[in-house]
């Protein structure tokens, strides 16, 4: 076992410690070994993790409410939180398995979630309502959403003549943390681990801001 993968573990199993404190150790582990960086990225260089929501992967209803619940409020690079990104596994059948998952949740979604275009490199463990969202804009997905539809899908154009940041979102991308594939291939549950910390982190933020109302 490579030292690395053992004081990864060794803090992801470290229940003494919450969660969130967890991931953001093994965070910095990963960027010291240099087997993670940050990049920018378009959301049409990213697909979904096959292993978020315990293999669920999101919902396309929930991607289109969310979405709605954004662009009343403003698409802003300050709401996003931490993005985080796997890149696709070296290893042929591994990707393809990646693959595969995400054109099966097109497929189901009836033509609300955007096609696999067959250049991404990474998988959204974290930001992958928005993600998805934004590349749904791009591709002009049907919607459920009235408001932010023309002729029931959605409209780049008309979404992105609001002056938030929307626009510069799709076409620029935002920095994520990326993930080398060798850490999963090395550690298989971190990808979902790290994806239960980031959710029990955003829940404890919406939760201060309800407070706050």
């Known amino acids: ?6 004081e990864l573990l060794d803090v992801k ?6 969660i969130n404190k967890r991931a953001d150790e093994i965070l910095k582990i990963l960027m010291r070994c240099k087997l993670a960086y940050k990049q920018t990225l378009l959301p049409n260089m990213l697909l979904v993790h096959q292993d978020n929501r315990s293999g669920a992967m999101l919902n396309s209803f929930d991607v289109h409410a969310k ?9 802003s690079y ?14 042929p059948s591994a990707r393809a398995h990646v693959i595969k998952c995400n054109e099966k949740l097109v497929s189901l979604s009836q033509g609300m979630l955007p096609a696999v275009n067959g ?15 934004l590349k749904a804009v791009e591709q002009q997905c049907k ?12 409209s780049f154009d008309l979404l992105s003549s609001k002056g938030d940041d929307l626009k510069a979102m799709i076409c620029t991308g935002w920095e994520w943390t990326c993930i080398c594939a060798e850490v999963e291939k090395q550690c298989p549950s971190l990808p979902a681990f790290l994806q239960q910390a980031l959710n029990s982190t955003l829940l404890k ?3 201060l801001c309800l407070l706050n109302l």
């Not at 076992?1 to 053992?6: F, N, R």
């Open 78 to 91: 300050s709401k996003l939180g931490q993005s985080i990104a796997m890149e696709l596994p070296a290893d």
């Open 1 to 6: 076992m490579e030292p690395w993968v053992k």
């Open 119 to 133: 250049n991404e490199r990474w998988s959204t463990i974290s930001t992958s309502h928005t993600t998805s969202f």
């Open 205 to 207: 933020i919406n939760f």
């Open 143 to 154: 919607t459920p959403e009235n408001d932010l539809s023309a002729g029931g899908c959605l």
């Open 13 to 18: 199993e470290n229940t003494s410690l919450a």
């Open 67 to 75: 979405g709605k619940t954004m662009a009343d409020i403003g698409f």
